[in-house]
T-cell receptor, first 116, second 116 residues
């Protein structure tokens, strides 16, 4: 049963610390998405990659957030320095780059981040 | 830009009865996909059902069906024979069909409570 995996599942850190979240997409998927969920903003897209290249990161605060795909099996989202307003659940999703009807995004379990 | 609106913050249904969750969207595109995702307390995002805009036939998945009204830009989810396990937050989502349109645009969500 192929799944998107995310680590860590929970993270509590202090303001100013660096936070790194990792995602392993489903094998064979070449598109990776990072979403953030908060009570105030709901689910919003931060960035997404296709074939490891960033396609859209307009939803991501550039001064403190960075997203990369070092290889096809790993995507990372970093926050440096972290702030209390970054507290949220961060989801990674993966899919294929097709545009047909079977194209679906599969979500990981999320990383729940709390910045004190 | 596309927007998705879920006007019901919360709904309740008696076990074994039927409930309908509403969703409207705004787009200038003629071809796109629509989805309903379920998010239980575990926070996992689970795909419930999807609809291709070019198909007139409403999608169904077991107890879940949609009423897709393209002209009205409406996409409601009907859950029949509601079960306790259906209690969750439900998100309606839109995706463009274009080459770079893989990202999902989510509504604010509807909390569904199921009473025994």
């Amino acid at each position: 049963d192929a799944r998107v995996t995310q680590t860590p599942r929970h993270k509590v850190t202090e303001m100013g610390q660096e936070v790194t979240m990792r995602c392993q997409p489903i094998l064979g998927h070449n598109t990776v998405f990072w979403y953030r969920q908060t009570m105030m903003q709901g689910l919003e897209l931060l960035a997404y990659f296709r074939n490891r290249a960033p396609l859209d990161d307009s939803g991501m605060p550039k001064d403190r957030f960075s997203a990369e795909m070092p290889d096809a099996t790993l995507a990372t989202l970093k926050i440096q320095p972290s702030e209390p307003r970054d507290s949220a659940v961060y989801f990674c999703a993966s899919g294929t780059s097709g545009t047909g009807p079977l194209e679906t995004q599969y979500f990981g379990p999320g990383t729940r981040l709390l910045v004190l | 830009a596309q927007t998705v609106t879920q006007s019901q913050p919360e709904m309740s249904v008696q076990e074994a009865e039927t409930v309908t969750l509403s969703c409207t969207y705004d787009t200038s595109e003629s071809d796109y996909y629509l989805f309903w995702y379920k998010q239980p307390p575990s926070r996992q995002m689970i795909l419930v059902i999807r609809q291709e805009a070019y198909k007139q036939q409403n999608a169904t998945e077991n107890r879940f069906s949609v009423n897709f009204q393209k002209a009205a830009k409406s996409f409601s989810l009907k859950i029949s024979d509601s079960q306790l396990g259906d209690a969750a937050m439900y998100f309606c989502a839109y995706r463009s069909r274009g080459e770079y349109g893989n990202k999902l645009v989510f509504g604010a969500g509807t909390i569904l409570r199921v009473k025994s």
